[in-house]
């Protein structure tokens, strides 16, 4: 069954792939200041949205969404702990574009559908680089986007959440926005962690073989609180409580789950 999976589910992304860069194309904005800044239309906004919601449906991933779904009036910056590439579809489908690296805007389709649904690529180092990043999400959520990033700055182990860099809060407090903090998790049928989610030891090839060979994985996505614009006055201190409540959700469920578990046995 793995193989069969595997067999029709990788050129049904292939075709969705196709079928996303030719509405991406169809959609562009004939205006040109919000081409040069890089900034998607409401139609490529849905069918971004659309194609990753997809995305996950051919994965094979059951979604289910908990906490304060935030209101399509409230842009803000999107903060979530880091697991797993499935993370950008997951969280992406609920409406948000992506902060990534320079060097992916050259990866073939991928980069092309980043950059027309409104992905920020930041190139490192060199002068006011950083200045540059801050500015281009302010434009990006100040236009009605929200812009997801990842603050532990790689992936985490299962079950756990490595600590928040302040540094990628800057945004917030250069441009006054506003947070909301989002925690992910991918469980298995016994609520424990899922294994196949891992990563660190394989290509990415090897990983997404090994995921769409599964029948199903659990993902929860749980929105938390959406941190205003202005309440705090350092980005350390928003860095901290997102981490603290998103740890919260991840470490207590994975441990409740556990507890659930021994009790039975």
Not at 67 to 85: I, T
Not at 102 to 111: D, F, L, Q, S, T
Request: proline share 5%; net charge positive.
């Amino acid at each position: 069954m793995k193989f069969i999976r595997i067999l029709y589910k990788i050129p049904a992304l292939i075709i969705l792939s196709i079928i996303g860069m030719i509405l991406m194309g169809a959609f562009s904005s004939r205006d040109k200041s919000l081409k040069n800044k890089g900034i998607p239309t409401l139609k490529q906004k849905q069918v971004r949205k659309w194609w990753l919601a997809t995305v996950i449906k051919i994965v094979g991933l059951n979604f289910t969404v908990k906490g304060d779904v935030p209101s399509p009036d409230q842009p803000a910056l999107w903060v979530a702990n880091h697991a797993s590439w499935l993370d950008i579809p997951v969280v992406g489908s609920m409406g948000a574009g992506f902060l990534s690296k320079a060097e992916v805007r050259k990866w073939p389709v991928i980069g092309w559908l980043g950059e027309k649904g409104g992905t920020v690529y930041i190139k490192r180092g060199g002068v006011n680089a950083s200045q540059r990043a801050s500015q281009e999400i302010a434009n990006k959520i100040n236009a009605g986007d929200n812009i997801l990033v990842f603050p532990e700055g790689t992936t985490s182990t299962a079950g756990d959440v490595r600590r928040f860099h302040a540094r990628i809060f800057a945004p917030v407090m250069d441009h006054n926005l506003a947070v909301q903090p989002i925690a992910v998790q991918y469980l298995n049928d016994k609520g424990e962690p899922h294994p196949k989610i891992l990563w660190q030891d394989q290509s990415f090839m090897s990983n997404l073989l090994g995921i769409i060979g599964e029948s199903s994985i659990n993902v929860i996505l749980t929105f938390l609180s959406l941190i205003p614009a202005g309440e705090f006055s350092e980005r350390k201190r928003i860095a901290e409580l997102c981490e603290n409540q998103i740890k919260s959700i991840v470490v207590k469920k994975i441990s409740m789950e556990s507890k659930a578990i021994s009790s039975e046995q």
